[in-house]
């Protein structure tokens, strides 16, 4: 929480930003530019339904199909962090006969880098050919404009070394990130930085030439949506909702799960939230 300028981690495990700034967090009133994203992490398994049931369309597997029917409801667009591996399926197994349905559906339906497996962050390992190996595999299987370049890397983690080289990638470089939903350290950024995108929701770096956008709720951790959606005209969320970051993982997409996402998307469609990818509106 922020006290008196001062960043206490007593309260880092709370999440969704339910955090008082005071004095030090002024309302800059960014509601007059009002988006909504919502994105899914860990995404793999969808590919993997793919493979093995060889079904005619993309939204024959489940999860598409329910993204698909929100896209309809709502307009919501949505991006899928993918892993390139799981156990013993990678995406090289994934045929590339949906490209021209996933191409059709790029508008609203994108897929971007996470990391190569569940068990790889970036802070120390080096990054580059994970990227290349895994976004190559997508462009194969999805197409190169269904690519999002705005992405959130696994657990937030990535030194300035690994950052740059997929800034300056060789194909799809990206342009942005997605920072943390709570207090953790984001990426390569310092203290004061990582202090400036948790009061103000958004970060550029001149030096580097990279946008950051932080992530405002990981749904799993939303007991009651309701009660959250209420929150949002506290103080805790000043400056938070001008560009309305919602994900959560693709494993945790049960019933429950997919009911709060849609009480998410159905509250900004009826605030008049636009829905659009951050990659679209660098700021």
């Known amino acids: ?161 690994n950052i740059i080289s997929i800034k300056q990638s060789s194909i799809q470089p990206i342009v942005g990130l997605l920072t943390a939903d709570d207090v953790r350290q984001s990426y390569y950024l310092d203290g004061q930085a990582n202090k400036y995108i948790y009061c103000h929701d958004k970060y550029f770096d001149e030096r580097l030439n990279i946008q950051f956008i932080s992530t405002d709720i990981r749904v799993e951790y939303v007991e009651n949506v309701s009660k959250k959606l209420k929150e949002f005209e506290t103080d805790a969320w000043n400056n938070q909702l001008g560009f309305l970051e919602v994900f959560t993982h693709e494993w945790t997409l049960n019933i429950d799960i997919k009911e709060k996402v849609e009480k998410f998307c159905k509250w900004a469609y009826l605030n008049d939230y636009s829905f659009e990818f951050p990659e679209d509106n660098i700021y």
Not at 12 to 21: D, E, H, Q, V
Not at 68 to 91: A, M, R
């Open 1 to 161: 929480m922020w006290r008196g300028g001062v960043l206490d981690n007593t309260d880092s495990l709370i999440p969704n930003k339910s955090f008082n700034r005071h004095e030090v967090y002024q309302d800059e009133n960014m509601m007059d530019d009002k988006k909504f994203h919502f994105s899914i992490d860990d995404t793999i398994l969808c590919f993997k339904d793919l493979t093995e049931n060889e079904y005619n369309s993309i939204f024959e597997n489940t999860t598409f199909a329910w993204l698909k029917e929100l896209h309809e409801k709502y307009g919501i667009v949505v991006s899928c962090f993918c892993y390139y591996s799981t156990g013993d399926f990678n995406l090289s197994k994934v045929s590339s006969r949906y490209q021209k349905e996933f191409l059709s559906n790029s508008s609203w339906l994108r897929f971007g880098f996470h990391t190569v497996n569940a068990n790889t962050t970036y802070d120390s390992a080096v990054l580059i050919d994970d990227y290349l190996l895994t976004v190559s595999e997508l462009e194969r299987i999805v197409g190169s404009d269904s690519i999002d370049n705005f992405i959130r890397l696994q657990s937030y983690q990535g030194n300035i070394n």
